[in-house]
C-alpha cells in the first residue's frame, strides 16, 4: 500500500532548483533519502512537512493530495535535527503538544502518555524541562512528541547528528524497533550513509535535487546504477581508463597497462574513458615476493573465481581498526587503493608488494565524463 | 501563500510607514523651509537663499559650529579613551556579573538629560558639592567647574559615555578573546596583541560608539545651557534660539540642516575605518 | 605589567561608577536635607517633597509623562518586534534595508527631531502640538532602541521552533501564542520598559511638541533656569528612584528565571 506519493516534484529558492522533478513512492516502510549536503534532501523532507511549497508536482498522502495543506493540517509527526523541543514546556507537555492541538481530552492525553513514555522508554522525567536532559533523553522527547499522536507517517531530518557515536548506535537500533512496532512509514533523511544502510528497507540516493537510484538498500550497495551512486554509497575505489573491449555486460578498461574488468554501464564505447569503481571490501589483496613485483599475475580469488583484474602494487601502510583492517596500497601512477579485510599478520609490514584482484561483477565501469565524481564520505 | 519578502516587508511596513510619515519627511521638510523665510512668526514660500548666506557669512554662527565641533570632538575622544578598558575588563572578566555591571553603566541615561544635569550643577557648581567642600576647608573654589567649557565637557561626557561602553561592550561580546592568548604565544606583547588582534576587529562597534557620542554632542543645547555658562553657548544653543525667543524657523531650518550635513559627514569620513567589513570584526552569516 | 593593566581596569571601573552615581546618590541624600548648600551634618528633613507636591501643575505634569511614555512604549514596542520578526524570521535580502531604516533615528539628534517635528506638524500636517504630537515624536527614536533591543535578544531564537509547533498542528496564531510569545516576551518587555523611561524624561523632542502642557522634564527645565529649586531635589530623586527600581525589577525577573532568555538548550 502506498501511503506517502510524490509526483514531479519540484522546488525552486530564487534561480536555484533544490528539488527538480521527484518521485517517491513510499509504502509502511523504513525509507531512507541519503545524499550530501545541498542534494535537495531536506527539502523533499520539508515539501512532505508542508514547511515548503512545491513549485510544481503533488504530495498525497494516503492517496489524498495534502500539497495546498498547511504543516498543521497534515497530521504528520517529525522529528528534527537539534530536537527542537520546546525549552519553556516540561517534558510531558512537549510530547503533549500535538494532542493539546488536535483538541484531545485530557484522559485520552494521559493514556497516550503513558503509552509513548513506555514505547520510547522515557518513565520519570516528564517533569523536567528540556535543558535538564542528556542528548539521548532528549532525543527519546522528540522521538515521542512525534509518535504521541499516531501520525500517518514521521518524517525524521537527521535525527541523529549531534549525538555522540555510542549513543547514535543505540538509537539507530531503538527508531528502527519503533518502526517495526508502529508499522507506519518512516522517512529518514541523512548524508551519513552508515545510518541509512543500518535502518531502512529501502533508501533513495539524492544529488543535485535529483534522485538517483531508489531501491531496496542492499540492491542500491551493491548493483549501483550510476557513477555518482558507486561512489558515494560505501567506500570506492576508482581507476580510470580506455574501455578496449565490450562483450557480454562486461567491459574491459585498460588501465596503464592492466586490464581491468567490470559491469558496463550504459554509455560506454570501445574506445572512450571510463571510471571503474569497486568497493574496498571486495577487493582480494595477496603478498607477493619481490621478483613478482612487476609481472601482471592471473590469480585465483578466495572463491575461486577467476579474478576479472589484477593490478600490482605497494603496500604503504595498514589501518589495524579491530575487528577488520584497511590496506593502503600505492599502486602507482599517483593512485591509492584501499582494500578492507581481516586482519592479516602477512599484511603488516610496511612497503612490501602485494597484487590486488577483484571480480568483474564486483566492480561497475561508467564513462569517465558526463557527471564529475562526488566526494567520498568520512 | 506569501512569499517571505512580502511577509517581511508586511511587518516591517506599520514603523516603516511611521518613520517615513514622522521622522524622515519632517527632515526633508526642513530642507525645503531652509530656503523658504520667515516673516512674524509665519514661513513665507520665497524661495531663496539668504539663509545659508548669512549661516557661512556670518562668522558667529561658524564659531558657535566650530566650538561645538571642539567640544564634540573632545567628548568623544574622552569616552573612547576611558571607555575601551572598562568595556573590555567588563566582557572578559565580568563572568556572571556582566549583565549588572554593564547595565549599572547605561542606567543613568534612562533617568533624561535634564535630571541629570541638574544631578551634576549640584556637584560641579558654585554651590555643588566640590567648591563648597573646597570653601570649606578655607581653600579656594575652582573656576573652571562652573559655568564653563571645562564643566559642559564634563557634562556632555557624563551623559553620552555609556554609549561609548555599551557599543565596545557589545562588540566584545562576540570576540574570542583567546585570539589574544594567541597574539600572545606568537610573542605580541601585551599592547601589541591589542592593536594587532582586539582593535582591529572590534573596530565597527568603536566606530558605532564614536557617531552614538559625537551626534548627540554636537547638536547638544541642554548643558552648555545649564553648565557653560555666559560663554559656553553652543550651536545647539543657537539653533534652539531660533525656536524660542526669535521665532526664525527658516534660518533655524538651515541651521538644522547645516547640523544633520555635518553629522551625516563625520559619520562617513568614521564608517571608512570599517570599508573592509571582514577586518573589522563582522561577520556576515550567510543564508 | 598584566597585573598594572588589570589594576589599571579595575580603578578605571570604580571611576566611572562614581562619576555616574556620586551625583545621583548626593542630590538624592540631599533631597532628604534642610540645607541644600551644606548639607553636613545631616538633618533630615521631607519639605522638599512637600513643596514638590505643592507645586501647582506637578500633578499634571505627571500624568502627562506617564501618558507619553506609555504610549510611546506601546507604540515603540509594537513597531520594533513586528520589525525585528520580519526581520530575522525570513532571511530575505531586504533584511538590512529594514535594519538599516529602524536603526536610523539612531543616528539623528534629538533637536533635530524635535524641531523638525515641531515645523513639519505646524506648517505641513497643520497638526497643533500636544500630548499627541509629542508621543508621535517620542516614539521614533524610541522605535529605533525597542528594535535594537528586541533584534539583540531574538538573534538568539531559534525559529525552527516555530516550525515544529506548525508540524504538530498549532495554526499560524496558535504558533505565536504557544511558543514564540511566550519565548521573546522579555526583550518586548525590556524594549517597552526603556522606551517609556526614555520618553517619559525626554526634553528635546518633548520640549518642542507639547506648547503650554506641562510635562515633568519640561517642568524641571522651568525651574532649572532659575538654579536648583527645592522641588527639583525631591522630583530628581523620584525619578532616579523610580527608574532603578524599575530597572531592578527588569532584573530580578530575568535572574529568577521566570523570564527565560535563553531559547537554545
Not at chain 1, 555510542?166 to 537500533?173: D, P
Not at chain 1, 581508463?241 to 567490470?262: E, F, K, S, Y
Not at chain 1, 577487493?283 to 583484474?309: F, K, L, P, S
Not at chain 3, 523611561?197 to 528635546?204: G, Q, T
Request: glycine fraction near 8%.
Amino acid at each position: 500500500m502506498v501511503a506517502l506519493r510524490l509526483e514531479r516534484v519540484t522546488k525552486r529558492f530564487g534561480r536555484v532548483t533544490a528539488v527538480e522533478g521527484v518521485d517517491l513512492e513510499i509504502g509502511d516502510e523504513f525509507f531512507a533519502l541519503l545524499g550530501p549536503s545541498g542534494s535537495g534532501k531536506t527539502t523533499v523532507l520539508r515539501m512532505i512537512a508542508g514547511l515548503e511549497a512545491p513549485n510544481q508536482g503533488r504530495v498525497l498522502i494516503d492517496g489524498a493530495d495534502v500539497t495546498p495543506l498547511a504543516p498543521y493540517r497534515r497530521r504528520i509527526g517529525m522529528v528534527f535535527q537539534d530536537f527542537l523541543l520546546f525549552p519553556h514546556r516540561t517534558v510531558a507537555e512537549n510530547i503533549l503538544f500535538p494532542l493539546r492541538m488536535q483538541g484531545v481530552g485530557a484522559a485520552e492525553q494521559r493514556q497516550h502518555l503513558d503509552w509513548i513514555t513506555q514505547l520510547v522508554r522515557l518513565i520519570g522525567v516528564e517533569d523536567r524541562y528540556p535543558h535538564q536532559l542528556s542528548g539521548g533523553q532528549k532525543q527519546r522527547v522528540a522521538l515521542a512528541r512525534g509518535l504521541v499522536s499516531r501520525p500517518k507517517l514521521l518524517l525524521l531530518d537527521e535525527p541523529l547528528a549531534n549525538l555522540d557515536r555510542e549513543l547514535r548506535r543505540e538509537m539507530e537500533i531503538e527508531i528502527r524497533r519503533f518502526q517495526l512496532a508502529l508499522g507506519i512509514p518512516f522517512i529518514y533523511v541523512t548524508h551519513n550513509q552508515e545510518e541509512a544502510l543500518t535502518m531502512s528497507d529501502r533508501m533513495a540516493v539524492m544529488r543535485a535535487g535529483r534522485v538517483e537510484q531508489i531501491g531496496d538498500k542492499l540492491d542500491v550497495y551493491h548493483h549501483p546504477k550510476t557513477r555518482f551512486v558507486a561512489a558515494f554509497v560505501g567506500a570506492n575505489n576508482s581507476v580510470a581508463g580506455t574501455v578496449t573491449a565490450l562483450a557480454d555486460r562486461l567491459a574491459t578498461i585498460d588501465w596503464h597497462g592492466h586490464a581491468v574488468q567490470a559491469r558496463a554501464h550504459a554509455g560506454l564505447a570501445v574506445g572512450a574513458q571510463a571510471v571503474c569503481y569497486v568497493k574496498s571490501e571486495k577487493i582480494a589483496v595477496e603478498a607477493v615476493a619481490d621478483t613478482d613485483t612487476r609481472t601482471q599475475t592471473q590469480t585465483q580469488t578466495d572463491t575461486g573465481r577467476a579474478a576479472a583484474a589484477a593490478i600490482t602494487g605497494t603496500l604503504r601502510d595498514s589501518i589495524f581498526k579491530g575487528h577488520y583492517a584497511d590496506y593502503l596500497i600505492d599502486i602507482g601512477e599517483g593512485r591509492e587503493i584501499t582494500v578492507s579485510g581481516p586482519p592479516r599478520s602477512d599484511l603488516f609490514s610496511h612497503d612490501r608488494p602485494v597484487v590486488l584482484s577483484w571480480a568483474a561483477a564486483d566492480a561497475d565501469a561508467f564513462p569517465a565524463d558526463p557527471e564529475p565524481a562526488a566526494s567520498r564520505e568520512a | 501563500m506569501i512569499g517571505p519578502v512580502a511577509k517581511t516587508l508586511l511587518l516591517a511596513l506599520p514603523g516603516l510607514s511611521f518613520l517615513v510619515v514622522f521622522l524622515f519627511m519632517p527632515l526633508v521638510s526642513i530642507v525645503i523651509f531652509s530656503f523658504w523665510r520667515t516673516e512674524s512668526y509665519e514661513l513665507i514660500a520665497d524661495w531663496n537663499i539668504d539663509n545659508y548666506a548669512t549661516l557661512f557669512s556670518d562668522v558667529t554662527y561658524l564659531t558657535f559650529l566650530v566650538r561645538s565641533l571642539v567640544m564634540a570632538t573632545a567628548v568623544t575622544l574622552t569616552s573612547l579613551l576611558y571607555a575601551w578598558p572598562v568595556a573590555y575588563l567588563i566582557a572578559k572578566h565580568g563572568g556572571r556579573y556582566r549583565l549588572v555591571l554593564i547595565l549599572l553603566t547605561a542606567a543613568p541615561f534612562l533617568t533624561g538629560e535634564i535630571l541629570r544635569v541638574t544631578a551634576l550643577q549640584q556637584i560641579l557648581g558654585p554651590i555643588g558639592l566640590i567648591n563648597m567642600a573646597l570653601g570649606h576647608f578655607g581653600l579656594a573654589p575652582i573656576r573652571a567647574l562652573m559655568y564653563s567649557n571645562v564643566a559642559s565637557w564634563i557634562g556632555l561626557t557624563y551623559l553620552w559615555m555609556p554609549f561609548m561602553v555599551l557599543a565596545i561592550y557589545l562588540s566584545l561580546l562576540n570576540f574570542d578573546f583567546q585570539l589574544m592568548e594567541v597574539a600572545k604565544v606568537n610573542g605580541a606583547r601585551v599592547w601589541r596583541a591589542f592593536f594587532e588582534v582586539a582593535w582591529p576587529l572590534n573596530m565597527a562597534g568603536t566606530v558605532i560608539g564614536c557617531v552614538l557620542v559625537f551626534i548627540p554632542t554636537l547638536g547638544s543645547s541642554l548643558t552648555s545651557q545649564f553648565l557653560g555658562g555666559p560663554n559656553g553657548a553652543l550651536y545647539g544653543n543657537i539653533l534652539a534660539h531660533q525656536f524660542g525667543a526669535t521665532g526664525t524657523w527658516a534660518f533655524g531650518s538651515a541651521m538644522g540642516v547645516l547640523l544633520f550635513a555635518v553629522s551625516l559627514a563625520v559619520t562617513l569620513v568614521l564608517a571608512r575605518a570599517v570599508r573592509d567589513f571582514r577586518r573589522a570584526g563582522i561577520t556576515i552569516k550567510e543564508g | 605589567m598584566r597585573q598594572t593593566v588589570f589594576g589599571l581596569q579595575v580603578v578605571m571601573l570604580i571611576g566611572l561608577y562614581l562619576f555616574l552615581y556620586a551625583p545621583i546618590f548626593y542630590i538624592i541624600y540631599v533631597s532628604f536635607q534642610t540645607n541644600n548648600i551644606w548639607p553636613f551634618p545631616p538633618d533630615f528633613s521631607l519639605h522638599h517633597y512637600q513643596s514638590l507636591l505643592g507645586l501647582r501643575d506637578f500633578h499634571a505634569a505627571l500624568f502627562n509623562s506617564v501618558i507619553i511614555g506609555g504610549a510611546t512604549a506601546v507604540l515603540s514596542a509594537l513597531f520594533a518586534t513586528m520589525a525585528a520578526i520580519g526581520v530575522l524570521r525570513y532571511r530575505t535580502r531586504w533584511r538590512a534595508t529594514v535594519a538599516g531604516l529602524y536603526l536610523a533615528p539612531l543616528f539623528i539628534a534629538h533637536i533635530l527631531i524635535g524641531i523638525a517635528s515641531l515645523i513639519f506638524n505646524k506648517s505641513v500636517l497643520g497638526l497643533p502640538g500636544n500630548l499627541g504630537s509629542a508621543v508621535i515624536a517620542n516614539a521614533t527614536y524610541a522605535t529605533a532602541f525597542a528594535f535594537l533591543i528586541v533584534l539583540a535578544q531574538l538573534a538568539r531564537y531559534d525559529w525552527r521552533l516555530d516550525e515544529a509547533a506548525m508540524v504538530f498542528g498549532a495554526s499560524p496564531v496558535g504558533t505565536f501564542r504557544e511558543v514564540t510569545l511566550p519565548l521573546i516576551w522579555p526583550s518586548v518587555l525590556g524594549a517597552a520598559i526603556v522606551s517609556f523611561l526614555m520618553a517619559f524624561n525626554n526634553l528635546e523632542v518633548t520640549f518642542y511638541q507639547v506648547g503650554a502642557t506641562p510635562t515633568l522634564p519640561t517642568l524641571a527645565w522651568g525651574e532649572l533656569r532659575h538654579g536648583i529649586s527645592e522641588e527639583l531635589y525631591a522630583l530628581t530623586s523620584l525619578i532616579n528612584g523610580a527608574v532603578f527600581l524599575l530597572l531592578a525589577m527588569l532584573y530580578g525577573l530575568l535572574r529568577s528565571g521566570v523570564l527565560r532568555v535563553e531559547y537554545r538548550d
